[in-house]
């Protein structure tokens, strides 16, 4: 299990820890006898010598379905077998050895024991279990259910000998009597009741939602006592049912009517949907459980929360949300959003399928409650790890950005694409940071912030710059050949470390270029770009398009001069010895970059046909005359960028394949077909010639 998963269990333990306090301070009064635990009541269901392979495949399957593993697993542990820590505000629990050994396990259990402690939270020496054990849902659990479990955990795990660890929690908190008290006022220990108005798909959902899924530990709000308001849609408050619920620093969502019923099975199997990927703790329950149900169950789960009546009920979503915003390029979150959200989100908010979420229709942005939202923010997030999807994705934390950067850039994200949900205030980031206290990166490069262009006297003149960077190929049709932006190579709008920044750029031109064989300016430097990775036309120089573009390079020079070191400058160097190996290329290109590049090099390209991602090779691609036709400035350019995703450091997780991967891979792309250029024989008229030029 994660260490993020590992802390958004152990928020959970935190909040229902204080159950303590309230079963002491309930039951200071009450005489012994109350404390005394029910007897284990035998059903005269023993343990069979041997059971039949279809009983342990049902108990292994009921494991499933109630994530027994998330709990009772340890980080690198061996499955079941216990010791997951669990911080509460009064130390620190720690998951019990679930496997069959008799000495440190549950081996010695019968099965009445077992159903006791499933239902009643008591174990078999008497001791009360914290309510963490969502031993009040359990208790719903059928009889068959229940013995098929216990008959899979003692004869279908491996036994392991690990001793429990010693909860590490002072008096009185350590009184673990005190919770008799807590559940004789909130413990609600009968089994689920079909109901005979509704059909036998609607029954099961409720049953493995209020039951064995236990939905309600998270998305239902709690009492004075902690308790689960509702344990069920039936009663006085069963309409607070899963209608959400603040679990420390997240959001758990209101899951009355959210989503269609395909919408729901499907994030419920894979881990996202045409309007989400889950978050925080979820993550995990899709990857250990409900990635593993039957089709049938989880149609049956979404039927039954569908039919859960909302203030907020579900509507599908227009199509004409999806669309760049019109204050995008006008207010500091519009511009904070293009520079850091852009490159995976897209400027629409559409997101890529299967890879990055959108933003219209996203319960982690709609929501009233942004504490989801600033926590991934700040902190990062990774998508679910499924059989449908085995490849994580990873957003790192954006905690370098301060918390009225982040209030700005999260309070447009949320005003627009239909999502209409309040501001965030930098105050809430604040405190959200003193909780989370995410890990920063310390990085000697200074990423500008863009939205500071709305500073300048001629800030217009600015964006327009920015904007071609981004958007090079629709706004300058004339001069672009193929699909490509600037932005394409220059990611962030040129303001990530090694990824070619545009940082300091200016105080270095004209300079003379090998290539050229001559002096150049910042222009000429341009509009060889628009001449070979855009395998398009040059811009006039005197024209205000290229004016904009100098314009917005000479902003991001500051105090730059011609004799200093910039940090992050250019695309870094790769060792020219490695031999590279383009049979391996192929295979890391099918791995790492085919998602985003497309299977045969031709790019991806969302619902409308607009390219999000451009091609690597082929007619729409850069030019044979581009650097990156070139094996080794290839290969260092995508050592340090590509691919994006990867890992949690900031901006984009990008970069992280070995020196000879990324040699592989680059010299497999480089040679693919592409378009040729006419005026590659004036190259190097004065100096050699790299060894990886393609002509």
């Known amino acids: ?51 039949d392979h279809a009983l342990i495949a049902r108990g292994e399957y009921v494991a499933q379905l109630g994530d027994c593993v998330a709990c009772h697993t340890a980080p690198g542990g061996a499955p079941m077998a216990g010791g997951l820590p669990l911080e509460t505000p009064f130390g620190v629990l720690y998951s019990t050895n679930i496997t069959p050994d008799r000495e440190t396990g549950i081996g010695g259990y019968s099965f009445g024991a077992f159903d006791r402690a499933m239902r009643k939270g008591v174990t078999a020496d008497g001791r009360h279990m914290y309510p963490a054990m969502p031993y009040p849902s359990y208790a719903k659990v059928l009889p068959d259910d229940m013995y098929a479990l216990y008959v899979y955990l003692m004869q279908g795990v491996k036994p392991v000998a690990a001793p429990n660890k010693a909860m590490e929690i002072g008096f009185p908190f350590n009184q673990r009597w005190s919770l008799a008290f807590w559940n004789l006022l909130f413990l609600d220990d009968s089994l689920f009741v079909a109901d005979a108005g509704r059909d036998e798909t609607w029954n099961r959902g409720a049953y493995l939602v209020q039951g064995l899924g236990h939905c309600g530990a998270c998305h239902t709000p709690r009492g004075i006592g902690f308790q689960e308001v509702a344990m069920s849609d039936k009663g006085p408050n069963g309409d607070r049912f899963l209608s959400g619920s603040r679990v420390e620093e997240w959001n758990a969502f209101n899951l009355r009517d959210l989503w269609s019923v395909a919408d729901m099975a499907e994030l419920l199997r894979t881990g996202q949907n045409r309007f989400s990927t889950v978050t925080g703790a979820m993550t995990e329950v899709i990857h250990n459980s409900t990635q593993h149900f039957t089709d049938g169950d989880l149609v049956a789960i979404a039927t039954y929360l569908k039919s859960l009546p909302t203030d907020h009920p579900y509507v599908e979503p227009s199509e004409d949300i999806a669309d760049v915003p019109a204050d995008m390029f006008t207010t500091r979150g519009g511009l904070a959003y293009a520079q850091f959200c852009a490159d995976c989100h897209r400027l629409d908010g559409t997101g890529v399928p299967k890879v ?134 220059h990611l962030n709008a040129g303001t990530v470390a090694d990824g070619s920044p545009y940082v300091g750029v200016s105080a270095f031109f004209p300079s003379y270029a090998p290539r050229a064989g001559r002096e150049i300016t910042l222009e000429d430097r341009i509009n060889g770009c628009f001449l070979r990775s855009m395998n398009g036309k040059a811009l006039p120089k005197e024209g205000d398009d290229m004016k904009a573009m100098v314009a917005y390079f000479d902003w991001m020079k500051r105090e730059t001069r011609p004799e200093d070191r910039v940090e992050g400058r250019g695309i870094g160097k790769i060792d020219r010895s490695i031999v590279p190996d383009p049979e391996n290329g192929a295979r890391v290109y099918v791995a790492q970059c085919a998602v985003c590049h497309g299977q045969d090099g031709e790019g991806l390209k969302n619902a409308n046909g607009r390219f999000i991602y451009p091609p690597l090779w082929g007619d729409e691609s850069f030019n044979i005359g581009a650097g990156m036709a070139r094996t080794y400035t290839a290969a260092a350019f995508v050592k340090r960028n590509m691919p994006i995703g990867f890992h949690e450091r900031f901006p984009l997780g990008q970069g992280g394949l070995s020196d000879q991967e990324a040699v592989d891979v680059a010299e497999y792309f480089s040679h693919k077909p592409r378009p040729d250029f006419a005026p590659k024989v004036n190259d190097w008229p004065r100096d050699k010639k790299p060894s990886d030029a393609r002509y």
């Open 356 to 489: 990055f979420p959108p933003l219209a229709g996203n319960p982690s942005i709609a929501s009233k409650d942004p504490s989801t939202l600033i926590h991934i923010t700040l902190t990062g997030w990774k998508t679910a790890k499924t059989n449908a999807y085995p490849r994580v994705f990873t957003m790192p934390g954006f905690a370098r950005l301060d918390d009225r950067e982040v209030a700005e850039l999260l309070s447009f994200v949320r005003a627009n694409w239909g999502n209409g949900a309040p501001a965030v205030t930098a105050d809430a980031v604040k405190a959200a940071r003193a909780v989370l206290d995410p890990r920063i990166d310390n990085s000697r490069f200074e990423t500008p912030r863009i939205a500071d262009i709305l500073d300048e006297p001629n800030a217009e003149q600015l964006i327009r710059g920015m904007r071609l960077n981004t958007e090079t190929h629709e706004l300058l049709p004339d001069n672009v050949g193929n699909v490509l932006n600037c932005a394409s190579c």
């Open 1 to 51: 299990m994660s260490d993020v998963a590992s802390k958004a269990r152990g928020s959970v333990w935190k909040r229902l820890g204080r159950v303590a306090l309230a079963a002491i301070i309930v039951g200071g009064g009450i005489f012994w006898w109350v404390v005394t635990p029910p007897p284990v009541e035998e059903s005269g269901l023993g343990l069979p010598e041997r059971a």
